[in-house]
């Protein structure tokens, strides 16, 4: 017979939503339960955004090493794949013990566990039925592959931080943040890459200058584009790689492929259809502006919800909802992002925060400011990059509403003007703002 416990809040998913709930819901005195059935931390910790960041700072000492012979070093060394897998996942090992007691300090029961929904109020862990008075769904999303023959033949990002050895060739697909910032790892670290995208330009819905500044990046990086193109089939090769064929009936040979092509949510299997919760056409938990589904007691936060999957903002989420719950407060803090900044970890970086050129033309008369150079680092280096920087005012308002930027350091200058952006600054703030010189910031305060 089952063991049943009561709690008032369970949350499904130990990602960062998930765990950020859980933890301040029993900071203010909630009886709280999680449970995760892989490893807590979810996929920014575990396979996303930290991995993918300590696997791009590697990337980078191949510029590195090159750039300081006109700066009077000179380096010898290579690259061990082995090394940087041993200490990546000591740091990531760490992480997850490190979120695990967290929850255990604010006296949240951890579990380890796959869950799902005996009904609308009951969870189901193991042989334990918990009875909940709210269920938070914080279960993320999963990396998809397209239905050709041969997919299971590939990988995707959750497999490219695990490969048993380095490849002389890897074949990318997809033209999203993910697959563009594996082409720039996998390069920077001496391997041979090509990228299959079905589209002329990567990034598709952020600015043009933007996604055109980043292809060419990527060309000039010596990656392989096949643009404009999609892979039909794989198969194994006789040499123990594989091959694939594209639309136009060529055929490329490749050590890895691995599919960049987009995530879903994460919500198959677990109960919530035969709960009541309505699901949206890609499986995604419909919520409204508070994160409740159709069901009233169940909530949801993050990238099972499909809308901005970054992780930031199911952070947000998670602490608004448990504010919302149990903080006591009659004021209700609703999932609304007006200026979210986003970055690109390619080599080298893009990172934007506001609306595009063309969605500013939809809804504005905009002024454009446009800027692009040679760093003053890469002026003596050698090297053939340049920094991009875009700015979209409002003609009438002067209120600068978009913010685009490629070029090292794109994260760290995007992040701080968007402080700036979201507080409503105009152009005139900017232009009165003394330059910083000499720095690649000091450019949002020179452009006329």
């Known amino acids: 017979m089952a063991n049943r416990k009561s709690v008032d809040l369970f949350v499904i998913g130990g990602g960062s939503g998930g765990v950020r709930a859980a933890r301040i819901a029993a900071t203010h005195g909630a009886k709280v339960a999680v449970a995760e059935e892989s490893r807590y931390g979810g996929t920014c910790v575990i396979r996303g955004c930290i991995p993918k960041k300590f696997f791009v700072y590697a990337a980078q000492f191949n510029h590195i090493i090159d750039d300081g012979k006109k700066y009077g070093w000179t380096f010898a060394g290579s690259f061990e794949w082995d090394t940087l897998k041993a200490n990546k996942d000591e740091r990531i090992d760490r992480l997850n013990k490190i979120y695990i007691k967290l929850l255990n300090d604010a006296g949240v029961e951890v579990l380890n566990g796959r869950a799902s929904l005996k009904s609308a109020t009951e969870v189901v862990v193991g042989d334990t039925i918990y009875e909940a008075q709210h269920i938070l769904v914080a279960t993320g999303g999963r990396p998809t592959r397209p239905d050709i023959p041969g997919a299971e033949l590939a ?6 931080f695990h490969l048993k050895t380095l490849p002389k060739h890897i074949t990318i697909v997809g033209g999203g943040y993910i697959g563009l ?6 390069r920077g670290m001496g391997v041979d890459v090509s990228l299959v995208h079905h589209r002329k330009e990567a990034l598709r819905g952020f600015d043009e200058d933007v996604r055109h500044e980043v292809t060419e990046n990527l060309a000039r990086s010596g990656v392989e584009l096949l643009m404009e193109t999609e892979i039909v089939r794989i198969e194994k090769s006789d040499n123990g790689g594989l091959r694939y064929q594209c639309q136009q009936h060529d055929w490329h040979e490749s050590d890895v492929i691995l599919f960049a092509t987009g995530r879903v949510p994460n919500t198959t299997n677990i109960g919530l259809e035969e709960a009541g919760v309505v699901l949206g056409d890609r499986g995604e938990v419909r919520i409204d502006h508070y994160g409740q589904s159709s069901v009233p007691n169940i909530w949801a936060v993050g990238d099972c919800t499909d809308r901005l999957q970054l ?11 448990a504010d919302n719950l149990f903080s006591g407060s009659d004021t209700r803090t609703k999932f609304d992002h007006p200026v979210v900044p986003t970055a690109i970890f390619s080599i080298p970086p893009a990172a934007t925060v506001g609306l595009t050129e063309a969605q500013a033309k939809e809804v504005h008369e905009v002024d454009i400011y446009k800027t692009r150079f040679r760093p003053l680092f890469h002026s003596m280096s050698g090297r053939d ?18 913010l685009h930027m490629v070029g090292e350091h794109a994260a760290d200058i995007i992040q701080t003007a968007a402080i700036a952006i979201g507080m409503g600054a105009t152009k005139a703030h900017f232009d009165r703002t003394v330059a910083l010189h000499p720095c690649t910031a000091e450019e949002l305060v020179l452009m006329r």
């Open 385 to 402: 990059e340049h920094v991009m920087m875009k700015m979209i005012v409002d003609r009438p308002s002067q209120r600068v509403v978009g």
């Open 311 to 321: 992780t930031p903002v199911a952070i947000r989420e998670g602490q608004a909802l």
């Open 181 to 186: 910032e594996f082409s720039g790892i996998f």
């Open 155 to 160: 990988i995707t990002s959750n497999e490219a």
